[in-house]
């Protein structure tokens, strides 16, 4: 059962009970930027981070059951914001996020082509195996160790390693093949 | 080289240092309140299961309903030929042609010996060999007096009949005899007139 009390959100679940106000106030940064990695949309990924502390209350009668909740949070973000992916244009995405990041780090008059260059990165990005691809994203949110983002894709610590090596250098690889052919 | 590697790790940096909008924590909140402050509606385990369970017995009452309609029909009419062929004496009279029915389907009630033949009535069974009956075109009825007639002067050819049915004809030699009688008459007015003067 949830109730409101003394502006806190509290699951009174048997033992121990789970204070979904704290879990929030802990976790939703750290969740909107697993979900951001996947989106680069700031309104999808709150929606995920939303979703996911519903799915919380949902699940209230076996929360006391899971030992790692940030983990188990993360993994439920990372799924929610794969499958949100789907559903949604990606490409509309990372032009806006491109154009953001580029504003954020070169002056005004560099700002297309900086622009272009992230874009082009990360329609690269995209184009990489998807197990490369999860670990490189989740590598990303540097909150994330390498043994968490292990349990997050379901996979060994040297196998997420090997993973995110793969991973960017076939992405530099790539990259460097297209300023090449320029 | 350098250049790639620095675009990945602007890329990469830009997405792990993603910051939410200011109020994010405040508006979760505010949405979780509202779901938990909703009268659940969760259907309780035992619910679903005492429905599963209403649709399995449905589902197995149609099916031997099904099945049992799909027995009966084609052994109707096997019902009806098993007790001719166990009936004796004027029970005989009442049996069916031997082979009551030529169907192209698999009589499923052949297969099936255990089912008991019922006795039927004198009126079912006439009615049943009536319908059983092959199609014959209908007896000749007695034919009416212009039938008769007219088929005699078909076959005898009489000419004068035969005339008398063609009006164009009938006419014609209304006409002619008409003529003939005219003629006759004056032709007796005019003797009659010269016999007169002779005598005088």
């Known amino acids: ?182 | 080289m350098n250049n790639s590697e620095e675009a990945i790790g602007k890329v990469l940096a830009g997405l792990g240092g993603a910051e939410a909008s200011p109020g994010m924590e405040r508006r979760i909140l505010a949405a979780i309140e509202e779901r938990a402050s909703q009268p659940s509606v969760a259907i309780p385990r035992w619910a679903w299961s005492v429905a599963l369970a209403g649709v399995v017995a449905a589902c197995l009452l149609f099916a031997i309903t099904a099945i049992h309609q799909h027995e009966q029909i084609p052994t109707q009419a096997q019902q009806h030929v098993l007790p001719a062929k166990s009936a004796e004496g004027t029970q005989e009279a009442l049996l069916l042609p031997q082979k009551p029915i030529t169907s192209t389907r698999t009589p499923i009630g052949i297969a099936a010996p255990a089912r008991k033949a019922q006795p039927i009535s004198a009126e079912d069974a006439v009615l049943l060999r009536e319908m059983r009956a092959p199609s014959h075109p209908a007896p000749e009825a007695p034919l009416t007096q212009e039938e008769k007639l007219l088929l005699r002067a078909v076959h005898t050819g009489d000419p004068q009949v035969m005339a008398m049915l063609n009006p164009e004809v009938r006419a014609r030699q209304e006409a002619e005899s008409e003529a003939e009688f005219r003629k006759f008459i004056e032709q007796s007015g005019k003797e009659d007139h010269e016999s007169d003067q002779i005598t005088e």
């Open chain 1, 1 to 182: 059962m949830a109730s409101v009390a003394g502006g806190g959100l509290v699951l009174e679940i048997t033992q121990p009970e789970i204070d979904v106000t704290a879990l929030v106030e802990t976790y939703s940064r750290l969740l909107f930027r697993v979900a951001h990695s996947v989106l680069r949309s700031q309104a999808e990924a709150e929606d995920v981070v939303q979703d996911v502390f519903v799915r919380v209350i949902e699940r209230r009668q076996s929360l006391h059951a899971i030992h790692d909740m940030r983990v188990w949070l993360v993994r439920i973000a990372w799924n929610l914001a794969l499958d949100r992916r789907r559903r949604i244009r990606p490409v509309q995405m990372d032009e806006s996020f491109s154009e953001s990041l580029a504003a954020n780090t070169v002056p005004a008059d560099e700002k297309l082509s900086e622009a272009e260059r992230m874009k082009v990165v990360l329609r690269e990005m995209e184009r990489l195996p998807k197990a490369e691809r999860h670990v490189l994203l989740l590598s990303a949110v540097e909150e994330l160790d390498t043994a968490e983002m292990a349990k997050v894709v379901g996979r060994s610590e040297s196998a997420v390693r090997a993973l995110l090596f793969r991973a960017r250098t076939r992405l530099r690889e790539r990259l460097e093949a297209r300023g090449g052919e320029r």
